[in-house]
């Protein structure tokens, strides 16, 4: 098996913007944890970083701040910085192609949001052939309320965690992914 650590999002937007992730210091530390360990282990790390395609966008808009990634992800070396507008990471990105020139065929996924560019992310990676480890306390989002309903963040999470492990991802938390290493 040979792995790669997808760090997705990890982006000032959920920190100091108008998206702030639930319980961030608790997915903030195990990411960080994550990808310390994977540069010991030499293990590849891929920085995913999401931008708005709109030039007035009111989020993740390219330059902004907020669009930036977290200063503790950009102060930590990495093997690869991808730039995406689309929720999956794969979507007119050079990833796939990255991964198999490195040899992996496991994907481990951390970052934000776990309903949207992480579930999305896992998704696409199970249909091209990755094996895919989601990390359940590596990963975050935020409470969800529109016309159909609301779901706090805590719920959404745990729902999206129970579909991903029932098809697509072995879910598991940082400390296992980190001693199967």
């Not at 098996?1 to 903030?28: C, H």
């Not at 994550?34 to 540069?39: E, F, K, S, T």
């Amino acid at each position: 098996m040979k792995r790669a650590l997808l760090i997705i999002d990890v982006q000032n937007e959920y920190f100091t913007g108008q998206l702030p992730v639930w319980d961030s210091d608790r997915s903030l530390g195990n990411i960080l944890q994550a990808m310390d360990v994977a540069r010991e282990k030499a293990v590849p790390v891929a920085v995913i970083r999401h931008a708005d395609p709109e030039e007035n966008a009111t989020i993740f808009r390219k330059g902004s701040p907020e669009w930036e990634l977290h200063p503790e992800i950009a102060k930590r070396p990495c093997d690869v910085l991808i730039d995406k507008q689309w929720p999956g990471s794969f979507t007119d990105t050079g990833l796939e192609n990255w991964l198999k020139r490195q040899g992996v065929d496991t994907v481990a996924i951390c970052g934000y949001m776990t309903h949207g560019c992480c579930d999305t992310t896992a998704r696409q990676a199970f249909h091209l052939g990755f094996s895919v480890e989601f990390l359940a306390d590596g990963t975050g989002t935020v409470p969800l309320k529109n016309e159909w309903g609301e779901i706090s963040a805590k719920n959404l999470h745990q729902t999206v965690l129970t579909v991903q492990a029932a098809r697509f991802s072995k879910v598991l938390n940082t400390s296992d992914w980190i001693a199967g290493l």
